[in-house]
């Protein structure tokens, strides 16, 4: 069972477009999305959710009124303002509470409880190219790189259960601790671009990211025919840095159609993105997949 992560760098660069379209092209998968923070793979695949679990991480401090001296020490030692004190009656911000545990140690009526914190969900859907494991961060929640490995944890189990050939993970963009926790252990990383600067300014950062994880990458350059000049430096730069440049995939108005039908890229026409796109995967799957 081979585990490709398809990661970007930055955003908006058509990842989550090429990911999809692997889902369509590969067989025997189980899809994972570990782009936590915004998941959209989703949108295209059109999971039917199987099961569903709450995500539990980190804590956060709980005053229980009935037990509370009022004496105001919590507030007192609290760095982050998470105490609101009004009339006499303290009450900890959820939004604010680091989880640093100073209010609970000093508590003399020892009246504040420390529980995890529900920071989000993780479920195990089908859609219709097979079993995705996906998942929604909460709304200011943190701990998205631990989300991240539960989702690739939870994929791989359900992978042996399978007997799949292939997980395919579609990355979250950037090169913080979710980009880590995606790519670590992984058999390949393959990095989707755009011929801009900030485009080739996020590869090269990920490129040393997959590098100092001893990661194997592949690079593409999604709509290569915007710009000729800095795909072709793209290029150079990622060979240099000991990356295999897979190819090139054409503008094509298609891509956008195809996702106004929620479809794949590959499945919706067998335009020039299409065609591109599934030479990406040909390549991958030799490289990769023997």
Not at 120 to 128: A, K, N
Not at 263 to 285: C, H, K, N
Request: charged share 25%; net charge negative.
């Amino acid at each position: 069972m081979k585990e490709i992560v398809v990661i970007s760098g930055k955003g908006g660069t058509g990842k989550t477009s090429v990911t999809a379209s692997f889902a369509a092209l590969a067989k025997n998968i189980v899809m994972a999305d570990c782009d936590v923070d915004a998941a959209d793979l989703h949108l295209i695949l059109k999971p039917e959710k199987s099961h569903s679990n709450d995500f539990f991480s980190g804590h956060v401090a709980s005053i229980r009124s009935e037990n509370c001296l009022a004496c105001g020490r919590c507030a007192d030692y609290c760095r982050y303002d998470a105490i609101d004190a009004t009339d006499h009656s303290f009450v900890v911000k959820p939004s604010s509470c680091e989880g640093c545990k100073v209010c609970v140690e000093f508590c003399p009526a020892e009246a504040i409880d420390f529980n995890e914190a529900l920071c989000g969900q993780w479920m195990t859907s089908s859609m219709r190219f097979g079993e995705m494991v996906h998942a929604r961060l909460g709304i200011g929640a943190e701990n998205s790189g631990k989300l991240v490995s539960t989702v690739r944890e939870q994929a791989r189990k359900l992978g042996q259960r399978n007997s799949a050939d292939w997980i395919i993970v579609d990355g979250p963009p950037g090169t913080g601790c979710a980009v880590i926790a995606s790519i670590t252990g992984a058999d390949a990383v393959v990095i989707i671009t755009e011929p801009t600067l900030s485009g080739k300014h996020d590869m090269l950062r990920v490129l040393s990211l997959a590098a100092h994880f001893s990661v194997p990458s592949f690079v593409s350059v999604n709509k290569y025919d915007i710009n000729l000049e800095m795909t072709e430096s793209i290029e150079r730069e990622a060979v240099e840095f000991g990356a295999r440049v897979m190819g090139r995939v054409p503008y094509d108005e298609d891509v956008t159609k195809s996702q106004v039908k929620e479809l794949s890229t590959v499945e919706f026409s067998d335009g020039p993105a299409s065609q591109a796109i599934r030479r990406l995967w040909s390549e991958l799957y030799l490289k990769v997949g023997h």
